[in-house]
């Protein structure tokens, strides 16, 4: 980051945290209005609209979110945390101008603050500022906001609380979540926190914890209840542990479960082994480098300095880790002393389940219309008028341009013209299997990773790949079971993962690279183990392990349904791109609803052999050294070691007797750097990917509704455009920013009531028009058809295009961290080159190319369109034959 942006931006943070502008009307506009067509008729129905009422209401169709607020509040009732932080979606409109600016006043105030910098700019800068726009402008106040400590129970507590039904639960009469929770100390005691998170891991992580063998493999339930292990971000902590996805005369059994499997650790204690595992866990998350390592130190801190813990002490981990060690050497009953203080002998025991409700949206929305007809009701006709004077103010105040000349910024000219280029060395390894070996400063970690083509895999069997990927790494390998694998993942890795990957080409939108990513870290001197283990997951995966396997089909089928909340809008977006692009049927198969549907219907299979059997099938077109390729990032020092145990990896793949053919006709291969020039930063062969063309494919309009019990709704539209090389690529890149900051936002949140919205284009050549936890459907879709006629007439300034060109680079300029150095061209074939010639296209975008490709691609009847609304019935679209109801 250039250092002048980081002052602008900390200047904005500081002026927007103690100096935003409360005037009532903003208030109306953030939190909640009532709005009706005519004031003088006291019949006229008012409507709820508003940013954060509906984003609460968005927050709430989400069971798990229900459920882990009920345990917060029910199990630490006597102050702070036994509210809704966010706001109770039907508390919101109590909430009135003058509460908010005094809330504001105390909380939001200096003597209320901690600041947080980290990097490598001079701190004294940072100190002066935060003095000179601040600090220096406010008296020093006694805020009054320390959270007392919870007072301890007598005795355990139970309660049970309701739920909207779950349209993709693997068994309906299966939806009750049941968890037991234990109130833990104070989070400012750092040593005892830092031990009791362990504990936790220790209690519920992976298939050798003892929750994970009592509960997940009891087949009683899908997945462990929501938010299951340690809680640190209140004063005190709490673990909880339960399961979902149960009957309700199963309750009682999971909860008895809770208490003996805490008998029997109390009994027996922990393996030496899994304790070892843990704290190689946290030795790799010390030295792994990610770009938001910062922010997450910040996060780390927070709660234990927002309650006067001391936040130097919790980042020495180091001498948390030494101490750990000691106790343990220095009394071996150490942790089972702490189940036994904290778990067994502990009354504050919450016992919380929550099952289904039929009826649960329609009694929310009752009540929220009974709600409103009392606030009618007590209105007089004046306090109307008012009321309806004031929304067109608003009304009139969200239509205005704003002026951002207020705000400081960097120009255009700021913004480094070149992009730094990685230096890449490629090796045949084994013969003829490319390696890619990428040379970071990674801080004694090696990652690695293979990519293996799909391109010979039958039709029948793609639907199963996103499965075989989930479990491949699972089910065991070679001489070890499952839990005997686990055990050495955690030992010698950071992790192994797999993948499916649709790879879009940069020059064609009719071609794309299918297949599937391996990664995984280690630290150095755990290279060989590791790729042994990858050795033996490609040579000798197991797939025989029948009743895990229905186990993580539970908790993955389980996994996707629970995600649907917070990720409506990319369902929606993947299901609308898919007769666009030949890559964009792929996607949904891997990635969009109908895997979702797919895993329930897997999951409730009475007989789950047949699907168990097509993992081998896929195996055979998977798991050898046909059609892969390799990279590797390391340390200078480390690379030869690397180059050796990589050779061997490959050397003891299997390969096919003979050549496979793919199953579609038409394959192209395709060099990352192309010309005969060579490259400075790119030495030996070049890696050739093989890429699937459809030279004959049309696209075609479709639009679907996923009927989904939830109160509101996530929309996609979708425009075919073009790839990555093509110029007007970075016009429309431009183009999503400014239509985001300039048209949409003030159009679907601020009017529409969305809590997010917006226009984005991906490396596939897909734009995408899009809405989050929006109140709307049909009148968002109207939204967009006027922002892309707002973009036709070119209503932006230049300093509009100049604020969007700053906004697209922060993302293209985003710091890349040494672990991920290289990947582009690894994956997608993008080299250095072809990235500087798309920055120089984005710095070239004029006001005249922004109007043209609104035109050429954006309009009605210019390029394909296609759209998807996840949400509730909605009667217009049931009329419309024109729209598919799934």
């Given at each position: ?183 833990l100390p104070d989070i400012t005691d750092t040593f005892e926190a830092f031990t009791l998170n362990l504990l936790s891991s220790l209690l519920i992580s992976g298939p050798n914890s003892p929750f994970y063998k009592a509960l997940i493999e009891s087949g009683l339930g899908t997945d462990f209840s929501p938010d299951a292990g340690y809680n640190g971000y209140t004063r005190e902590a709490y673990f909880s542990v339960g399961l979902q996805g149960i009957a309700e005369k199963d309750v009682q ?101 929550m099952k289904p409700d039929d009826k649960y949206y329609e009694k929310q929305a009752k009540i929220e219309a009974e709600k409103l007809k009392q606030k009618v009701t007590s209105l007089s006709l004046k306090d109307k008028q008012q009321i309806y004077e004031k929304g067109l103010e608003l009304r009139t105040q969200q239509s205005k341009p704003q002026d951002a000349s207020c705000l400081p910024a960097l120009g255009v000219s700021d913004i480094e013209p070149t992009m730094p280029f990685t ?464």
């Open positions: 980051m250039h250092s002048q942006d980081f002052q602008n931006l900390l200047s904005v943070y500081l002026d927007a945290t103690f100096f935003p502008c409360l005037r009532e009307l903003d208030f109306w506009q953030e939190g909640w209005r009532l709005e009706h067509e005519n004031p003088s008729d006291p019949q006229t129905p008012l409507v709820f609209k508003g940013v954060v009422f509906n984003e609460m209401k968005g927050a709430f169709t989400d069971n798990e979110r229900i459920f882990s607020q009920h345990v917060q509040n029910r199990l630490l009732p006597d102050h702070t945390y036994s509210v809704v932080s966010g706001g109770d979606p039907l508390c919101i409109p109590e909430l009135t101008w003058e509460q908010l600016k005094q809330f504001h006043a105390t909380h939001y105030h200096p003597s209320n603050a901690r600041f947080f910098t980290y990097g490598n700019f001079q701190l004294e800068q940072h100190l002066k500022q935060i003095h000179e726009e601040a600090l220096s402008k406010f008296q020093k106040i006694e805020p009054s906001t320390t959270v007392p400590a919870q007072k301890p129970w007598d005795e355990p507590r139970e309660f049970q609380i309701t739920c909207g039904p779950d349209s993709l639960a693997g068994d309906p009469s299966k939806q009750t979540t049941v968890s037991v929770s234990f109130l059994m999971v909860r008895d479960l809770v208490d003996s499997t805490l008998d029997e650790v109390v009994r027996k204690g922990f393996e030496d082994d899994r304790i070892e595992a843990l704290l190689h866990k946290i030795e790799i998350q010390m030295k792994h480098q990610s770009t938001s390592f910062g922010l997450a130190l910040t996060s780390y801190i927070a709660s234990c300095w927002n309650h006067d813990g001391d936040p130097v002490e919790l980042l020495q981990l180091g001498n948390q880790l030494a101490r750990f060690r000691q106790c343990l050497k220095e009394n071996p009953k150490f942790l089972q002393e702490k189940v036994k203080q904290y778990f067994k002998s502990n009354q504050h025991k919450l016992t919380l389940s230096e890449l060395d490629m090796v045949l390894a084994a013969g003829d299997t490319p390696v890619q070996y990428c040379a970071q400063p990674t801080n004694g970690m090696v990652y690695f990773r293979a990519f293996s083509s799909l391109n010979t895999l039958p039709e029948e069997l793609k639907p199963y790949v996103p499965l075989f990927c989930s479990v491949l790494t699972k089910l065991g390998c070679g001489p070890l079971d499952y839990r005997e694998q686990a055990q050495q993942i955690e030992l010698r890795t950071g992790g192994m993962t797999v993948s499916p990957q649709v790879l879009p080409d940069d020059a064609h939108l009719d071609t794309y690279e299918q297949g599937v990513l391996f990664s995984s870290l280690c630290l150095d001197r755990n290279l060989p183990d590791m790729m042994h283990l990858w050795s033996e997951v490609f040579n000798n995966p197991c797939f025989e392990e029948e009743e895990h396997f229905k186990v993580l089909v539970r908790i993955t089928a389980q996994e996707l349904a629970n995600g649907i909340p917070d990720s409506g809008h990319l369902y929606a977006s993947i299901r609308a791109s898919r007769t666009l692009t030949p890559a964009g049927d792929l996607q949904e198969t891997f990635g969009g609803m109908d895997q979702v549907r797919l895993m329930k219907r897997i999951a409730e299979m009475a007989d789950i052999t047949p699907v168990l059997r097509k993992l081998p099938r896929i195996q055979k077109h998977l798991l050898n050294c046909d059609n892969m390729r390799c990279a590797v990032n390391a340390t200078v020092q480390q690379m030869s070691e690397a180059e050796k145990v990589v050779e061997n990896f490959i050397r003891s793949l299997g390969r096919s007797k003979k050549e496979r053919k793919p199953v579609r006709p038409h394959v192209v291969e395709k060099a990352a750097y192309n010309g005969s020039g060579g490259n400075a930063h790119f030495r030996g062969p070049q890696i050739i990917r093989k890429l699937i063309t459809e030279p004959t494919f049309k696209p075609c309009q479709m639009k679907t509704h996923f009927l989904l019990p939830f109160p509101v709704n996530y929309v996609g539209e979708c425009v075919r455009t073009v790839p990555y090389t093509d110029p007007d690529h970075a016009s429309l890149k431009i183009l999503a920013r400014l239509m985001t900051a300039k048209f949409l936002h003030t159009e679907i949140r601020e009017k529409g009531g969305a809590y997010g919205g917006g226009a984005k284009l991906t490396h596939n050549g897909i734009f995408t028009l899009y809405s989050y936890r929006d109140p709307n459907s049909i009148e968002t879709l109207q939204s967009f058809g006027k922002a892309v006629d707002w973009a036709k007439a070119g209503k932006f300034t230049q300093q509009d295009i100049d604020e969007a060109k700053l906004s697209v680079f922060s993302t293209v300029d985003a710091p890349v961290a040494p672990s991920d150095k290289g990947m582009d061209v690894f994956l997608y074939g993008l080299s250095d080159d072809a990235k500087q010639r798309h920055r120089e296209q984005l710095f070239a975008v004029s006001h005249n190319q922004l109007t043209a490709v609104s035109h050429r691609y954006l309009g009605t009847g210019k390029s394909t369109h296609a759209v998807a609304i996840l949400g509730p019935e909605n009667a217009k679209i049931a009329k419309d034959p024109s729209w598919i109801i799934r």
